[in-house]
Structures are given as C-alpha cells and as structure tokens.
C-alpha cells in the first residue's frame, strides 16, 4: 500500500533527512515558518505512519528517520 503525504509532509521529511540529525517541533517550525503546534501535529502524524523515530529526552521529543 502507497503512502500519500502531504507537501508539509514532504518537507519535513527531505528536511530529516538531510540533516541526519534529530529535530524537535520548535527547529522545524522556524525552518518552514509555521506554528509550533501545526510542526508538533506534523512529526506526530509522520512517527504514527511509520517514518521516523521518537528520542524523548526530558519533556522533550525529538524526532529522526527510521533505520
């Protein structure tokens, strides 16, 4: 079965990618200009597709491309 993201979806993910480092909701909501919620909403939705992994450290959750 085929994935469908979104085009935010789409940049979050080239931008994970080519990183190669984990990011939070606050580094990509300053990277496409957009809301620390609508980023947090985001990541969540790639993590439960099965894209990326979930670091949690501290109160914080820090999001990278799955192996």
């Known amino acids: 079965m085929a994935i469908t993201l979104t085009e935010l979806q789409n940049k979050v993910m080239d931008y994970l990618i080519k990183r190669k480092s984990p990011a939070d909701a606050a ?3 300053k990277k496409f200009i957009i809301s620390r919620s ?3 909403v ?3 939705q790639l993590h439960e597709i099965g ?3 979930v670091i949690p450290i501290g109160n914080k959750k820090f999001y990278k491309i799955k192996d």
């Open 42 to 44: 985001t990541l969540f």
């Open 27 to 29: 580094a990509i909501s």
């Open 38 to 40: 609508k980023a947090s």
């Open 51 to 53: 894209l990326t992994d």
